[in-house]
Structure formats: structure tokens, C-alpha cells
């Protein structure tokens, strides 16, 4: 075992006898032992005091424990040794928190939803008619004031459960469970986010409800079967009723349409009429006229014309002379048909 101190005379070196002297130690510079301290006190002020705010974050300061100011992205530095307290809020990240179940999402695997007691007495709620739900939702937000956030609650994450919880319920409470089930959920969702906003104002816990989504809603597991037959005979009533009215669109424009054509048919017969007997009334007139002024033209006109019009439809005519003799046997009569017309 070696004896001795550094520079104070011989060191025995496993009790062999043999000894060695070590070579004195180097005076130590006071301008070195400052340049350390120095380095080592910067490298500590470097390590405590300098922090890191990311592009999505702001940094809230707090000197003793009392809020002093804010800071945006970028490289900061803070006063060391516990003085400043620098908590990083995601002011620009969208923030999810889900009532009724809880996912689980990894890398390459399909997301996994899973039920609890807990979310089971989050999500069963009564309707409006003294129905029961089990309603399961999201809501989706940010933090629009990190003073607000980090100082004007104590437990700002439970407080806004309770909140979102209770803005849901009183929704679902102001409606039947056939609104909540099917048609209403929309309007349910607009009303518990108007709600949850409202609760966050007045509570001024600095958050901004973005968006509130119904993930889904059904009746509880004993009367899911009934509940099921409901809704298929609501189903069939509901396409009873639209077959029932697509016939009514088709068979009632076609019945207007077929009545206005019989409409319009019958005052363009009547004006036709009217027409026509206006125009024979005011030919007759005309005719009358030029009969009186040349009566013996006018009937002998008349007869022509009337006889031009019909002598043309009564076919093949032979004229002959009463006092003529044997001309029947050379007018070829044989075979030719006798056009008989009205």
C-alpha cells in the first residue's frame, strides 16, 4: 500500500520496501482558479437560465411565484436559482379530452376505444321525456389566455370536465331521446358548445371550445332490442310516407297538367268558333252586298262556284241527249266502278 502525501517525501508502494519520490506539485495561478469559477458559474447561469419556447407555445414567467410577464417562440433567459419559473402553455395546439370512453392511438396500430365505469357514468344521461341515453362525445380546444389558464382555477382540467359534463347534460335533458338518438344531434352539439363556452367565459379559465362532436349515441344495452323495433317502424312509417308522396307529385302535376291542357283545348275550340262565325257572318255580308248591286251576277257566281265544287267529287259523269239512241254500247261502261261519295 502506498504511504505518503503528494510532494512529501518518499511513497513505499506494496509494502516492498522500494520506494519513489513524487515530483512537487505546480503552484496553482489565482488568475486560473478565477477563469474556472467564472467558467462554471456561466455554464451554470446557462443551464438554469436559459430555456427554449417552441413555435405552437407561450412561456408564462413567474418571479417568486408572482406572474411577471409572457414570452413568445424562440431562445429566452430567465434569472436562475429558482427565481424564475418558466411554464411552457400550447396556446396554438388543439387539445382534445374525450367523456364516455378513452382512445389509444400507437404508431401503425388502429386506434382502440375503451369503456370504464367511470366513462360509463360519464356518458349515461336522462332525456328530456324521462328516457335514458348513453351519450358519448369530444370536445376539441385551445388555450387562447395562458394567464388565465394557469392562475384563475386551481384544477383547470377537472373543472372543464365537470363543465363540459354539465353543459351536455342540460342539452340532452331539453330534448326526447328520438332527437337524441337520430335527428336532433346536431342541434345538441350546437347547444352544449354554446353552453361550455358560455361556462368557460364566466368561469375565465382562458379556454376556447373549438368544436364539440356527438361520437355516438345509443339507448342503454337492457332495451337496445326494443328500442331497435322502434326505429324500424319508424323507419318503414317514414318510407310509407315518402312513397305515398313521391305518387301525389307524380299523379297530382300530372292531373293539373292534363286540366289546363283540356282548359286551353276547350277556349281555342271557342275562339275558333267565334272566329269562324265571325268570318261568315262578315262574308255573307260582303255577298250580300255584291248581290244587291249585281244581282244576276252574284247568283250566276255563286252557282258556279258552287257547282265547281261539287261536280269534282262525284267522279265520272256521261251527259246525253234524251232524243239520242244505241249510244250505250260505245261508252264502255263494263268494268268500271261507280264511286259512290257523300
Same mark, same amino acid.
Given at each position: 500500500?502506498?504511504?505518503?502525501?503528494?510532494?512529501?517525501?518518499?511513497?513505499?508502494?506494496?509494502?516492498?520496501? +522500494?520506494?519513489? /519520490?513524487?515530483?512537487?506539485?505546480?503552484?496553482?495561478?489565482?488568475?486560473?482558479?478565477?477563469?474556472?469559477?467564472?467558467?462554471?458559474?456561466?455554464?451554470?447561469?446557462?443551464?438554469?437560465?436559459?430555456?427554449?419556447?417552441?413555435?405552437?407555445?407561450?412561456?408564462?414567467?413567474?418571479?417568486?411565484?408572482?406572474?411577471?410577464? $409572457?414570452?413568445?417562440?424562440?431562445?429566452?433567459?430567465?434569472?436562475?436559482?429558482?427565481?424564475?419559473?418558466?411554464?411552457?402553455?400550447?396556446?396554438?395546439?388543439? =387539445?382534445?379530452?374525450?367523456?364516455?370512453? /378513452?382512445?389509444?392511438?400507437?404508431?401503425?396500430?388502429?386506434?382502440?376505444?375503451?369503456?370504464?365505469?367511470? $366513462? %360509463?357514468?360519464?356518458?349515461?344521461?336522462?332525456?328530456?321525456?324521462? #328516457?335514458?341515453?348513453?351519450?358519448?362525445?369530444?370536445?376539441?380546444?385551445?388555450?387562447?389566455?395562458?394567464?388565465?389558464?394557469?392562475? #384563475?382555477? /386551481?384544477?383547470?382540467? $377537472?373543472?372543464?370536465?365537470?363543465?363540459?359534463?354539465?353543459?351536455?347534460?342540460?342539452?340532452?335533458?331539453?330534448?326526447?331521446?328520438?332527437?337524441?338518438?337520430?335527428?336532433?344531434?346536431?342541434? @345538441?352539439? =350546437?347547444? %352544449?358548445?354554446?353552453?361550455?363556452?358560455?361556462?368557460?367565459?364566466?368561469?375565465?379559465?382562458?379556454?376556447?371550445?373549438?368544436?364539440?362532436?356527438?361520437?355516438?349515441? #345509443?339507448?342503454?344495452?337492457?332495451?337496445?332490442? %326494443?328500442?331497435?323495433?322502434?326505429?324500424?317502424?319508424?323507419? +318503414?312509417? !317514414?318510407?310509407? @310516407?315518402?312513397?305515398?308522396?313521391?305518387?301525389?307529385?307524380?299523379?297530382?302535376?300530372?292531373?293539373?297538367?292534363?286540366? !289546363?291542357?283540356?282548359?286551353?283545348?276547350?277556349?281555342?275550340?271557342?275562339?275558333?268558333?267565334?272566329? #269562324?262565325?265571325?268570318?261568315?257572318?262578315?262574308?255573307?255580308?260582303?255577298?250580300?252586298?255584291?248581290?244587291?248591286?249585281?244581282?244576276?251576277?252574284?247568283?250566276?257566281? =255563286?252557282?258556279?262556284?258552287?257547282?265547281?265544287?261539287?261536280?269534282?267529287?262525284?267522279?265520272?259523269?256521261?251527259?246525253?241527249?234524251?232524243?239520242?239512241?244505241?249510244?250505250?254500247?260505245?261508252?264502255?261502261?263494263?268494268? +268500271?266502278?261507280?264511286?259512290?261519295?257523300?
Amino acid at each position: 500500500m502506498a504511504r505518503g502525501r503528494w510532494g512529501e517525501g518518499p511513497i513505499d508502494v506494496g509494502g516492498s520496501g +522500494e520506494t519513489f /519520490r513524487l515530483p512537487p506539485m505546480p503552484p496553482v495561478s489565482g488568475r486560473l482558479v478565477q477563469a474556472i469559477a467564472a467558467g462554471v458559474a456561466i455554464l451554470v447561469l446557462l443551464l438554469t437560465g436559459y430555456y427554449q419556447v417552441e413555435p405552437d407555445e407561450v412561456a408564462v414567467i413567474q418571479r417568486f411565484g408572482a406572474f411577471v410577464d $409572457t414570452a413568445g417562440p424562440g431562445p429566452h433567459l430567465k434569472i436562475p436559482f429558482g427565481v424564475d419559473r418558466v411554464t411552457k402553455v400550447p396556446v396554438l395546439r388543439q =387539445l382534445k379530452m374525450e367523456f364516455g370512453f /378513452r382512445s389509444t392511438t400507437r404508431a401503425g396500430v388502429r386506434s382502440e376505444y375503451a369503456h370504464s365505469p367511470e $366513462t %360509463a357514468g360519464e356518458s349515461l344521461m336522462l332525456t328530456g321525456d324521462l #328516457n335514458v341515453a348513453v351519450v358519448e362525445w369530444i370536445v376539441q380546444f385551445r388555450i387562447k389566455d395562458p394567464k388565465a389558464f394557469l392562475f #384563475n382555477v /386551481r384544477d383547470v382540467a $377537472t373543472t372543464f370536465h365537470y363543465m363540459s359534463e354539465a353543459a351536455m347534460r342540460q342539452a340532452v335533458g331539453d330534448h326526447s331521446v328520438d332527437e337524441v338518438i337520430t335527428i336532433g344531434r346536431e342541434a @345538441i352539439a =350546437l347547444e %352544449a358548445k354554446k353552453a361550455l363556452q358560455d361556462l368557460c367565459d364566466r368561469y375565465e379559465i382562458g379556454i376556447e371550445v373549438q368544436q364539440l362532436v356527438l361520437q355516438d349515441v #345509443n339507448p342503454p344495452d337492457p332495451v337496445k332490442p %326494443a328500442f331497435n323495433e322502434v326505429n324500424q317502424a319508424i323507419q +318503414e312509417k !317514414e318510407r310509407a @310516407i315518402n312513397e305515398a308522396w313521391a305518387e301525389y307529385n307524380q299523379a297530382v302535376p300530372k292531373a293539373k297538367g292534363e286540366a !289546363e291542357q283540356a282548359v286551353r283545348a276547350a277556349e281555342g275550340y271557342a275562339l275558333e268558333r267565334v272566329n #269562324n262565325a265571325e268570318g261568315d257572318a262578315k262574308r255573307f255580308d260582303a255577298l250580300y252586298e255584291e248581290y244587291r248591286k249585281a244581282p244576276a251576277v252574284t247568283r250566276k257566281r =255563286l252557282y258556279l262556284e258552287t257547282m265547281g265544287a261539287l261536280l269534282p267529287k262525284l267522279g265520272r259523269k256521261v251527259i246525253l241527249d234524251e232524243k239520242a239512241r244505241g249510244v250505250l254500247p260505245l261508252l264502255q261502261l263494263e268494268g +268500271e266502278r261507280k264511286e259512290v261519295r257523300p
